[in-house]
């Protein structure tokens, strides 16, 4: 599973840091929130280094939709029931500050990207009663929405809010200049150079990685989720995984950004191709390794498409990792009391294209001594995200149950033993002894590997979309080799003699 905009940032940059390198600030994460943060403090005159673990938007970044939109579903409703209404006012002028700063980059910079009519619409009458209510939220902060009693699009909608000169693009595009842009003011990037610990010795942090150590005055994770569990970010947070798929379509396509506030929720745009535009359409979300069948639901997805597309080929389909907050404000600041030098952002709740650019207009003016007014509000240490208890009750309850049962089932399985190879796109955790093992085979290889999550040692489960493993608990997942995709953890599967 590729996204349609999966072409490689050109990176000319050493491939490994030297040793021992020094910098005024490492960025950790090269998507758009560490790519944005490295351009400002890069711009800034500090010495900045990012470091990347995998390659330039190997997460995210690179496998969102890519809607640069202040009008996001129901986020401002959401946001309302837990929040004062200063606080979601301070949400909006940050989205709104990230939008207008990425803007203004790409029209300098000649970036490709569209001007569209932002839509979030109804798709039944208890919908229609969310819309009412999102248009309500997004009028108290003077964003100049409009109401519509009936859209007029191909797809089951009725009402909807609108909201006007919103944007979208290609994120392969907008890493690609913000990266030469940093690259340009002298900051120093790393492809392949994952970050496994950050400790602090004599007044720096050392990043150890395995191509060796860097010292930095300063650190920004901007790694979808942080990768220190100082902080206990991993319990404030609820992994999410949601599909995308792009499709030639011979039908004429209205212009526009649409997502959908009811279930199934659905999100569509189109892309500029070749001959004519591509139809994007996505959702499909569900808990990281929870899923009965992910390909089941890229499956609807699909036949949702062609069901009132017609005419629809399919051309590509990806996937993308969001992480929503307990109290659903992002976290963005120092990682925890006594950890000044340490800065995080994530919790973005599926909306990093205006969100991310925001973290990194607080966290380089924490670091420059110019943070925006509204930073405060996404403090991690804030008090206010004690009403947020009740949801990360029952976060971490379920978390619990996942464990207990992943553990449970595989001390069943030793009382079934089987040695079949599972079929083709299949994984199965197994009893090797007293450890559970995961066994897949792909490409007519079979493959074994830990099925223990290093993180908190929950039992992993097999993603028949994506072959992969993916942990049920925090949202760790690990390519079908075992080979590390994505945090909270940083070690890739142990994998066990293939001869035992």
Known sequence: MSALWSARVPVEAPSRPAEDSRYECVVVGGGITGATTAVLLARAGLRVALLEARHIGAAATGNTTAKLSVLQGTRLSTISRKQSADTVRAYVDANLDGQRWLLAFLREQGVAHQIQTAY??????????????????????????????QLDVPFPARSAVALDDQAQFDPMDVLAALIADAAAHGADIYENTRVVTVRRKKGDQILHTAQGD?????????????????GAFFARLHPQRSYAAAFDVSEPLADGMYLAVDEPSRSLRTTPGESGPLLLTGGAGHTVGRARSERALVDDLID??????PTARLRARWSAQDYMPIDELPFVGQLAPGYGDIQVATGFAKWGMTNGVAAALSMSGRILGSAPQWAPVFDPSRPKQLLGLPTAAVINSEVGFELAKGWAGTALKSLMPSKDAPGEGQGVVRRHGARPVGVCTVDGVQHSVSAICPHLYGILEWNDAERSWDCPLHGSRFNYDGALLEGPTTRSLHRPDRSE
Not at 122 to 143: M, N, P, Y
Not at 214 to 230: E, W, Y
Not at 304 to 309: A, S
């Open 304 to 309: 949702w498409t062609t069901t009132h597309f």
């Open 120 to 149: 979030t619409y109804a798709q039944s009458g208890s919908g229609d009663k969310t819309v009412e209510e999102e248009l309500r939220a997004a009028r108290r902060v003077d964003l100049p929405v409009r109401h519509i009693a």
């Open 214 to 230: 860097v010292r930095a005055q300063s650190v920004v994770l901007a790694t979808g989720t942080p990768i220190l569990d100082r």
